[in-house]
């Protein structure tokens, strides 16, 4: 199974940016990479995901080496709202044809006034 | 509103006391899937199904049982809690193979004594 990497935990000052990396040096070359968000034990939210090209939805933006190595999860503006625990997933398969999502224990994004 | 609810939101039980948390889904989505979140651990996948009575084991089934007899409704059965089953538990939905859009609920907090 493809795993990540993700450092435990970053700060980011509010009205910044903050980029989020992501290693997964044994992705296979089907296998999407997947962002989900935790806020306080809340049900995870599903942000973006990719495959090789870069991507950008209302919520954030995803790039992704030319390698498909590593990537980041960009936040163009944070806001404390954005203060959570962020998941770098790569899907794998599971049985029935279903493919299946593995959670590791993420990022602790901590954005400040 | 689509949502994903559960019930109860927080449980306190005995050990060998059999319990039911219900899981219900408004969404019309096929692939239904159960989740614990322990400390350290992040989030490990019990059970997962497919569709109406098509159910399989994720990566910590022990303990559990599911059912899917319909679509909107897939409830985990703790037959004989024990307290290292003591977890935060969520239930999670997603259109047919798009696993990667996954909707989760709130969250079923679970102390077993």
């Known amino acids: 199974d493809a795993k990540t990497t993700q450092p435990p935990s970053m700060d980011c000052a509010e009205g910044r940016a903050a980029n989020l990396p992501c290693n997964h040096s044994t992705i296979s070359g089907n296998e999407y990479v997947y962002w989900y968000r935790q806020i306080h034990s809340q049900g995870p939210q599903y942000i973006i995901h990719?495959?090789?090209n870069n991507e950008t939805n209302e919520m954030a933006s995803l790039i992704i080496t030319e390698d498909r190595k590593s990537s980041t999860l960009i936040l163009p503006h944070a806001t404390l709202r954005d203060t959570a625990v962020y998941y770098c997933i790569v899907r794998v398969s599971g049985g029935h044809n279903t493919d299946k999502l593995i959670f590791g224990t993420g990022t602790r994004l901590q954005v400040f006034p | 509103e689509a949502q994903v609810t559960q019930n109860p939101r927080y449980l306190i039980t005995v050990t060998g006391k059999k319990l039911t948390v219900t899981c219900s889904q408004n969404?019309?989505?096929?692939?239904m899937s159960w989740y614990r979140q322990d400390p350290g651990l992040g989030l490990r996948q019990i059970y997962y199904?497919?569709?109406?009575?098509?159910?399989d084991k994720g990566d910590v089934p022990e303990g559990y049982k599911v059912s899917r007899k319909e679509k909107r409704n897939f409830p985990l059965i703790l037959e004989s809690p024990s307290p290292n089953q003591t977890s935060l538990y969520f239930c999670a939905s997603s259109d047919g193979l798009q696993v990667e859009t996954q909707y989760f609920g709130p969250g079923t907090r679970l102390l077993v004594l």
């Open positions: 990719g495959l090789k």
């Open positions: 199904s497919m569709n109406v009575e098509v159910t």
């Open positions: 969404m019309n989505h096929e692939y």
